[in-house]
């Protein structure tokens, strides 16, 4: 009878951990966390969401990056517009709603961003894990 209580206890005491614990690179449903870079983007992932830099705007994925069983997946965040020369201290930013659409093959990702509220694509990038952004900021 103790033994059975010990067993009770010890699952009790598990499931909630276990229900707790963060997506993790091993989880197929979820983005590798890591570095993902190609021509004109890199896309730094966590298991909460991501950030973009591009060559004149960075960009934040607001929600984890999960993956459907054809590998595609669809996340909000947002898309901050910049431009060349200075910028003043008192300009806001431009900042608006985006859409990140994507599959992911292995350590490849296929990834479109657009800007929802205004309709404008930002484009079609191609991305490899661990693999170096190749960007020219803007000037």
Known sequence: MLRLARVVTLTALALPAAACQMPTAMDPRH?????????????????????????????????????????????????????????????????HPARYDGRVVGDTMEITVAVTDSRQRIGQFMLFLNHPARLLKCL
């Not at 973009?52 to 996340?75: K, L």
């Not at 965040?77 to 910028?87: D, M, Q």
């Open 31 to 95: 983005v590798a966390v890591g570095s993902w870079g190609g021509d004109h983007i890199r896309l730094d992932v966590a298991s909460s969401g991501a950030t973009t830099e591009y060559e004149c705007a960075p960009g934040t994925i607001d929600e984890p990056i999960v993956v459907d069983s054809n590998g595609r997946f669809s996340v909000a965040g947002t898309h901050t517009a910049e431009h060349g020369g200075p910028v003043r201290s008192d300009e806001p930013a431009d900042r």
